[in-house]
């Protein structure tokens, strides 16, 4: 149960009403044993929460809710579960008790599973004979900034002592959960995952409170917007005697940026002064066999759980003479290439195109296309590597550029980088032409292609397509292998197919 109210924490934040059932969940309230509305506890003294029920429904309804506390770290410390039966039309206040025995932070949270309805509390739990700093921070959101559509924070950076307790006020129209969290990569970008040091969430014109008893460097996210590419909102530099008022991750980056004997040739660092965001300049050019992933990995081994906007960003060199618009040397370039040869031993009536960049004249790359009908292979080049070698590949993208195929999010989605997955690049050219890997893309079988020199049918056991020899087709079909009717592209038909 546990796991599951955690869930819903994070996304289910705040009451919900269910029309199908007309049952109605008021928001969770906090109250002092005088009734008065409070947003913090204190160690010892009885909090009474509220959680307030309607049945608009023409019968009576009996169901269950669950009252639970715990710590952020998932630590169950009360839980308790209390039968309702409404009458019709009938309203009813369900109250928890729960009295907080140690200085901290606190989740109280109210479940009912029978009609998906979840609500959370969080709140500091403070020593009544302790004086406490305070220090307020505003959410907002803006929709003609680009950094701030989602939310911002202002001041984005905040510097506080050991028991400080910290207010954030969502200023927005829109409601939000606010959680630190651990960075990760994942297949689909940038991801992030609660690493249960504080959370909160909060409805326009509604805070949240945390009280910060450890030092450190806490960055925070929206919970609702974790693989956003840039989910940062803010940063909580908590300082002790241990862990001096620092940015503690500017200065290892600095320094690492500073020692001549680095491997990571940092070029550049700068902070976005409207969510803290820490943007990286790496020479990714710099060692031949690093690729800018793998700078990423060493980096954050040494910087931790932090999110940093890692970027290329060579050493200029003087005296190269690589021009990545000569279209003419960079075709003659990758035809050596081993992907590009297999897509030109497969397809060899593709066609190609270069894409200049004559409007970013300091661009140190582009990207070439192979074209073969909806076969489409992109290749990235750069201008010169580390040994001053003209125009390398420095990865491709293999995929189906069809109309009706799947949409793609990223110009280089499908990226294979040359050091290590030259072969699964190759394997990707050689199954463009599969046909269940086309109708799996999305492509409809009437634009379906196939290699030059075989033709589309379909297997008579399950209607699937396969690609066969023209004149084979007539001793599968007396066999009842596959249809005698060859099916020719009625938008894209190439040729080769048609002949």
């Known amino acids: 149960m546990k796991c599951c109210i955690a869930i819903l924490f994070l996304v289910l934040v705040f009451s919900l009403t269910y029309n199908a059932y007309a049952i109605e969940f008021k928001p969770l309230v906090a109250k002092d044993a005088d009734g008065v509305n409070i947003s913090n506890g ?19 309804v009996d169901f269950e809710i669950v009252f639970s506390t715990f710590t952020p770290d998932d630590k169950t410390l009360d839980q308790q579960i209390q ?28 479940f009912s599973e029978e009609y998906l309805a979840a609500d959370s509390i969080s709140f500091p739990a403070l020593d009544g004979a302790k004086n406490y700093k305070k220090e307020t921070i505003h959410l907002y959101s803006n929709s003609s900034d680009s950094d701030c559509s989602f939310a911002c924070t202002k001041p984005s950076e905040k510097t506080v002592s050991v028991g400080t307790i910290v207010e954030w006020v969502n200023d927005s129209n829109d409601d939000h959960s606010i959680s630190t969290g651990t960075y990760q990569e994942e ?83 700068s902070v976005n002064p409207k969510n803290s965001i820490i943007t990286v300049g790496i020479d990714d050019r710099k060692h031949a066999f690093f690729t800018i992933e793998l700078y990423k990995k060493i980096l954050y081994k040494q910087v931790g759980n932090v999110y940093l906007n890692i970027i290329p960003n060579p050493t200029p060199r003087i005296g190269q ?87 793609k999010q990223n110009l280089f989605e499908n990226f294979y980088s040359k050091s290590d997955k030259i072969q699964e690049a190759i394997n990707a050219v050689k199954n463009l032409a599969n046909p269940l ?32 020899k023209e004149t084979s087709v007539k001793k599968l079909s007396m066999r009842n292998y596959v249809s005698d009717i060859i099916i020719i592209g009625l938008k894209h038909s190439l040729p080769e197919i048609e002949k």
Not at 42 to 60: D, M, R, W, Y
Request: hydrophobic share 30%.
């Open 437 to 468: 890997k086309q109708l799996k893309s999305g492509i409809p079988i009437y634009e379906m292609q196939c290699n030059e020199g075989l033709q589309l049918t379909l297997k008579n056991s399950n209607d699937n397509p396969v690609c066969i």
């Open 321 to 407: 003479m690589c021009d990545v618009n000569d279209e003419t040397q960079v075709r003659k370039e990758l035809e050596k290439d081993p992907v590009v040869q297999k897509f030109l031993e497969l397809y060899t009536s593709s066609t190609f195109e270069h894409f200049k960049t004559y409007d970013e004249p300091g661009n140190p790359r582009t990207y070439s296309e192979f074209r073969f009908g909806s076969f489409l292979l992109r290749v990235l080049v750069l201008s010169y590597d580390e040994s001053g070698v003209c125009y390398p590949v420095y990865g491709y993208s293999v995929n189906h550029d069809n109309s009706l195929s799947e949409i």
């Open 187 to 269: 297949d689909n970008g940038i991801g992030w995952s609660y690493d249960k040091r504080f959370s909160g969430s909060f409805g326009p014109n509604e805070t949240f409170s945390f009280l910060f008893l450890e030092p450190g460097e806490y960055q925070y996210f929206l919970a609702e917007h974790r693989l956003s590419t840039t989910p940062v909102v803010g940063t909580i530099h908590v300082s002790s005697d241990i862990f001096p008022a620092t940015d503690k991750t500017i200065d290892i980056l600095q320094g690492i940026m500073n020692d001549k004997n680095s491997k990571i040739p940092i070029t550049s660092l």
């Open 83 to 110: 039968r309702i039966h409404l009458g019709p039309g009938e309203t009813k206040i369900m109250p928890y008790q729960f009295v907080p025995i140690n200085e901290g932070n606190y989740i109280t949270s109210v």
């Open 42 to 60: 204190i160690v010892g003294k009885p909090i009474i929460f509220q959680h307030t029920v309607s049945n608009g429904e023409l019968s009576a």
